[in-house]
C-alpha cells in the first residue's frame, strides 16, 4: 500500500470547511501558477539572480547569462509582463531590476528553502 494515501477514508468536514474559508479565489490561484510558471526557466531564473543585489543593462545581463541581448530582451518582456522584473531607462540605455522586494523574498526563500534540502 502507498504511504502517499491514507489507509481509511475519511473526511474530517471542519478540517475541510477551515480550508476552504482560507482557499483564495481562483483568479489568484491562477496568477500565482503563472508567476511560478514563469519562473520555471532556467534562463529567467539567472537574469532575477543577476538584479538581485543591482540593476544592470540588457548588455550587462547577456554577459553574467552568457546569452545574446536578443535572447535576454525576450525573456525580460516575459519577466515584466509576470510583474517580476522593472526597467528604467537612462539616456539610451535601459536598467532593469527586481520589480520589487516581494519578488526578492520569493527568489530568496526559493534558494533557502533548496539550501535546507
Known amino acids: 500500500m502507498s504511504n502517499d494515501i491514507c489507509q481509511l477514508y475519511y473526511v474530517d468536514q471542519q478540517r475541510v470547511a477551515r480550508a476552504r474559508e482560507r ?16 519562473l520555471a526557466e532556467p534562463t529567467r531564473v539567472r537574469i532575477l539572480h543577476a538584479i538581485a543585489e543591482e540593476e544592470l543593462c540588457v548588455c550587462d545581463i547577456a554577459a553574467v547569462v552568457n546569452a545574446t541581448q536578443s535572447a535576454i530582451s525576450h525573456q525580460l518582456r516575459i519577466l515584466r509582463s509576470a510583474r517580476l522584473v522593472k526597467s528604467r531607462k537612462a539616456g539610451k540605455m535601459v536598467y532593469y531590476s527586481l520589480d520589487d522586494d516581494h519578488v526578492r523574498h520569493l527568489f530568496e526563500e526559493g534558494i533557502r528553502h533548496l539550501e535546507e534540502g
Open 23 to 38: 482557499m483564495r479565489d481562483d483568479r489568484t490561484i491562477v496568477a500565482l501558477a503563472e508567476t511560478f510558471k514563469v
